[in-house]
């Protein structure tokens, strides 16, 4: 999946490059973090609020959002080279969150940024591969725009107003601490059932909630959704991007 990475005033976000893009037009649709939800990827604000990462996901049947310290990553700067997206870029690494992470970085943009929950570096992060090679991120473009970071706490869901009409209800984030909500993902999605039935551990959609919302999102494929969160029909093997 592509993501966007924006940041101003110390601030960044990491999130779905499609949201992105629907954000630039005006909007936002559940349908577009689709992708995300597939695979267990979170928007992630950095340094907000200050010294401190926010993150939202979707995990049926509700959208978490949780808070954790801003801790400093410790890269020990190696001796690799390489040109990533026509940026000269230099090597380093680090343990963060359990997981051990070989990154590439240009001194060309002196932002101090990267994907995901990476950054501290002289430089923007143009590559990141954990030591297993299970996840890699690498840099597709970079520009400068006007554009503001977006942080909201709820989305609208459209439902029956039961009187022949559609009207939006609000659904707001489930708070949890991020050590808390990264056991229950391991818990939930660890679990080999999941991937047959991925929502195996919570009441069925229809039966519960009694109407589903179906959308496009920007590749033009229908999603389902419910309660303001996408249902998976095709999920993936749990491969989490940090163990504590």
């Known amino acids: 999946m592509y993501i966007a990475v924006q940041t101003t005033d110390g601030i960044t976000k990491s999130f779905p490059y499609e949201e992105y893009e629907r954000q630039k037009k005006g909007g936002s649709r559940i349908a577009d973090g689709y992708q995300a939800a597939q695979m267990h990827m979170g928007t992630i604000f950095t340094n907000y609020p200050e010294g401190r990462i926010t993150t939202q996901e979707m995990l049926y049947p509700y959208r978490y959002m949780t808070d954790e310290p801003l801790e400093k990553q410790n890269w020990k700067l190696t001796d690799s080279q390489d040109t990533i997206c026509d940026y000269v870029s230099l090597s380093a690494t680090a343990k963060y969150h359990g997981i051990t992470w070989n990154v590439y970085y240009t001194e060309d943009v002196p932002a101090s940024i990267g994907p995901w929950k990476l950054g501290g570096l002289p430089g923007l992060i143009t590559k990141a591969t954990d030591a297993k090679g299970i996840h890699i991120f690498t840099l597709c473009g970079f520009h400068q725009e006007e554009a503001p970071i977006i942080f909201t706490q709820?989305?609208?869901?459209?439902?029956?107003?039961?009187?022949?009409?559609?009207?939006?209800?609000?659904?707001?984030?489930?708070?949890?601490?991020?050590?808390?909500?990264?056991?229950?993902?391991?818990?939930?999605?660890?679990?080999?059932?999941?991937?047959?039935?991925?929502?195996?551990?919570?009441?069925?959609?229809?039966?519960?909630?009694?109407?589903?919302?179906?959308?496009f999102n920007s590749a033009g494929d229908n999603i389902s959704s419910v309660a303001g969160v996408v249902l998976i029909s095709t999920p993936h093997q749990y491969q989490p991007l940090e163990l504590k």
């Not at 209800?169 to 047959?196: E, H, I, P, T």
């Open 154 to 215: 709820y989305v609208n869901w459209i439902v029956p107003d039961g009187r022949g009409k559609f009207a939006a209800q609000r659904v707001d984030y489930q708070k949890m601490k991020a050590s808390k909500f990264l056991a229950y993902k391991k818990k939930v999605l660890g679990n080999s059932r999941y991937v047959k039935n991925p929502t195996y551990y919570a009441p069925d959609p229809m039966s519960t909630f009694g109407y589903m919302e179906n959308s």
